[in-house]
């Protein structure tokens, strides 16, 4: 069982920046694949980027490549998002999830896990 949090949300301007965190509970961090995961309103969730087990394969979504950055800290048991040059349209709910399987899955039915989500919202 691993339990999810997420912090870093807010409000920021276009252009801005903002990192999101995402703390895990468990011994079994680091055995983990990690992705987060947007749902803008009246939207589905969709993909954002993901990170292997040991950080070393991440996979990114082509509306965020070059402005978005996946990392882990595995002996914090954390994983973040670095967000630059966001705007109105990154809007969302973000979620961090949890998979275990090798590699950067990419889809939703391939986490395990899932955090409650923190709000990003991009003004113009």
């Known amino acids: 069982q691993v339990q999810l949090v997420e912090s870093g949300g807010g409000l920021v301007q276009a252009g801005g920046s903002l990192r999101l965190s995402c703390a895990a509970s468990?011994?079994?961090?680091?055995?983990?694949?990690m992705g987060w995961f947007r749902q803008a309103p009246g939207k589905e969730r969709e993909f954002v980027a993901a990170?292997?087990?040991?950080?070393?394969?991440?996979y990114y979504a082509g509306s965020v490549k070059g402005r978005f950055t996946i990392s882990r800290d595995n002996a914090k048991n954390t994983v973040y998002l670095q967000m630059n040059s966001l705007k109105p349209e990154d809007t969302a709910v973000y979620y961090c999830?949890?998979?275990?399987?090798?590699?950067?899955?990419?889809?939703?039915?391939?986490?395990?896990?899932w955090g409650q989500g923190t709000q990003v919202t991009v003004s113009s």
């Open positions: 468990g011994r079994t961090f680091s055995s983990y694949a």
């Open positions: 999830a949890a998979a275990r399987r090798l590699g950067v899955p990419g889809r939703l039915n391939e986490y395990d896990y």
């Open positions: 990170i292997s087990w040991s950080g070393g394969g991440t």
